[in-house]
């Protein structure tokens, strides 16, 4: 009855274990397909080069720690696949040695899941510690006026500013730490030909607070009429209405948001493993001492 019971229970958790797998591994591989610009934007952040490099190209083509992750990931949600069909094959038929694979499995993975949050928590404050100077160096060097990157065709500086004017717009925020980083006086951006509606430019048109409907200026991508969604259309030229708080922080409050879940699910299929080891030991005690008897 036991056996019975620790039988239906595995193959229960390792349909779960199963639809996690298959989860994981779309949502890898949704991350690594993604074209958003505030994803793009997270990406080149996390690129493992040196952001004062002359050649930007490298930069911007390199492979960075959040795709290797995902990557990563893919690989961990195939296994885990793999290793969920097996735990129900293994209840299912009885067989000893597939549990014995299944419990090894397991215990393998859950060893590397610790020792993998062990070294994200050692190195956390080490990577937000390294993405903030290299948010500040690509926006002083290369954030540029809003009626450049409409005239200009596509460029380094382009590329990056349309990400960061894609970063202010979706967090409502103005510079890295606040609107001097970039209306500083020694940055690209103070130091460009800068106009709007004729007139010359003071604050960036994303450091302007925007109407309800600034989703649709992202979605269309329509820069050319950014004017109908200020809420102040004077703004870039007076500096009324703009947006103070830096992006960096509500970056990081972004990130944390959705880390959080993901914490928690993963916490929660430790557990699930810890269970299903038990129980697979359990079957193979009980299998092996039947076998035993039949002999």
């Not at 958790?13 to 639809?19: E, R």
């Not at 937000?128 to 002083?140: A, C, G, H, N």
């Not at 009626?147 to 990056?160: A, F, H, K, M, R």
């Not at 709007?196 to 269309?220: A, D, F, I, R």
Request: proline share 2%; net charge neutral.
């Amino acid at each position: 009855m036991c056996n019975c019971f620790n039988k239906c229970m595995l193959i229960a958790i390792n349909v779960v274990f199963l639809i996690f797998g298959v989860a994981i591994t779309a949502v890898s591989i949704w991350v690594i397909a993604s074209q958003g610009s505030l994803f793009e934007f997270m990406q080149l952040l996390t690129k493992d080069v040196n952001v004062d490099s002359k050649t930007m190209d490298n930069y911007l083509n390199g492979t960075s720690t959040l795709l290797a992750a995902a990557y990563i990931a893919v690989a961990f949600g195939g296994l885990s696949i793999i290793i969920g069909f097996c735990g129900c094959c293994g209840a299912i038929k009885e067989n000893a040695c597939m549990l014995i694979f299944y419990a090894v499995s397991i215990s393998i993975i859950l060893a590397a899941e610790i020792a993998g949050a062990i070294v994200a928590a050692v190195f956390k404050n080490q990577i937000s510690k390294e993405l903030k100077p290299r948010f500040i160096t690509l926006e002083k060097n290369h954030f540029i006026p809003l009626n450049q990157t409409l005239s200009n065709e596509s460029s380094t500086d382009v590329t990056i500013t349309t990400y960061i004017n894609y970063l202010q717009v979706s967090l409502e925020c103005c510079g890295v730490n606040n609107q001097s980083d970039i209306t500083g006086s020694d940055t690209k951006w103070s130091k460009s030909e800068r106009y709007y509606n004729g007139l010359w430019q003071v604050m960036p048109v994303t450091c302007c607070k925007m109407k309800s409907t600034k989703n649709e200026l992202l979605s269309k991508n329509d820069w050319k009429n950014s004017r109908d969604y200020l809420s102040d259309p004077t703004c870039p030229n007076t500096g009324m209405n703009s947006l103070t708080e830096g992006c960096y922080n509500k970056l990081e409050k972004t990130i944390d948001f959705y880390a959080l879940p993901i914490i928690i699910v993963c916490v929660v299929v430790a557990v699930f493993e810890i269970f299903c080891v038990v129980i697979a030991s359990c079957m193979v005690n009980k299998i092996r001492k039947d076998d035993g008897t039949h002999v």
